[in-house]
């Protein structure tokens, strides 16, 4: 029994490791996979290692930084090609995208981050950047506001409380910008927040329950800020996306979960 214990929290530890590099898509340093996990160094260091010959991580070029290989990326096209939900909700967001000249993505809570499962971009647009796989903070942007004003009381108040204990005397300012997101929320069904993860971009979202078990997921738009009339934004894209919540959420109704 002690050695299954010791081999699920080797396994466990492995996955976290894998869990650090996210959508930016910058290699990482062993000290940048301690700093983003809160493993120990030599922990770290053994891990790395052992995911490298096991062909889930490489030694990025002109360093000794590591990046995602292969096989990650095998289990993440698994999922992609397998998932009913990305292939259902894939040609509704890009519709969607499109129309409104805009990025749309369905994402799920990663933790105290949010994970876009499905990302669209308008073909008329510059990217944001952004992709499948991205992994957004939750406290401070549109999708992740959205995905927690959809939870039930007492998980929202449980996310807080984390996320209170995570950021310190930093989440007072994130509390009160949270908090006014709630209330637009309340009023309007959806909230606005501009420049949340990247400068110069605005994103809106809204709150979304997802198959059978009616799964809260955050589903927002977000395009460049420059020249952007919020109040035409509230108007066009906003309605558009409350009008699209619930059309997406019938698409999915008869998925089984969990996600």
């Not at 590099?21 to 983003?36: D, Q, T, Y």
């Not at 409380?161 to 997101?181: I, W």
């Not at 108007?235 to 919540?245: D, S, Y």
């Amino acid at each position: 029994m002690i050695a299954d214990n010791d081999a699920l929290l080797t396994v466990s530890r492995g996955l976290e490791v894998l869990r650090a590099f996210r959508g930016e898509r910058f290699p990482l340093s062993n000290a940048e996979i301690v700093a983003r996990t809160g493993l120990p160094k030599s922990t770290v260091s053994r891990l790395t290692t052992t995911l490298m010959f096991s062909g889930f991580l490489q030694h990025a070029s002109g360093g000794r930084q590591f990046e995602l290989s292969t096989g990650a990326l095998g289990i993440g096209q698994a999922f992609l090609e397998s998932s009913a939900l990305v292939q259902r909700a894939q040609p509704f967001m890009q519709a969607l995208a499109d129309r409104l000249n805009v990025s749309v993505a369905l994402a799920m809570p990663d933790q105290l981050e949010m994970l876009y499962i499905a990302y669209c971009s308008s073909r008329n647009i510059a990217t944001l950047r952004l992709g499948v796989g991205s992994m957004l903070p939750m406290a401070t942007t549109a999708i992740g506001r959205g995905y927690l004003w959809g939870l039930p009381e007492d998980q929202r108040k449980a996310a807080l409380a984390r996320m209170s204990e995570h950021m310190g005397d930093g989440f007072t300012k994130v509390a009160h910008a949270l908090e006014a997101s709630f209330s637009e929320l309340a009023n309007t069904g959806c909230c606005l927040v501009v420049g949340g993860y990247q400068r110069d971009t605005y994103g809106i979202g809204c709150p979304i329950k997802v198959g059978r078990q009616g799964t809260v997921m955050g589903l927002n738009c977000g395009a460049a800020v420059v020249g952007a009339d919020f109040e035409k934004v509230r108007g066009t894209v906003g309605k558009a996306l409350l009008e699209a919540a619930p059309e997406l959420e019938y698409l999915l109704q008869d998925l089984e979960g969990p996600f």
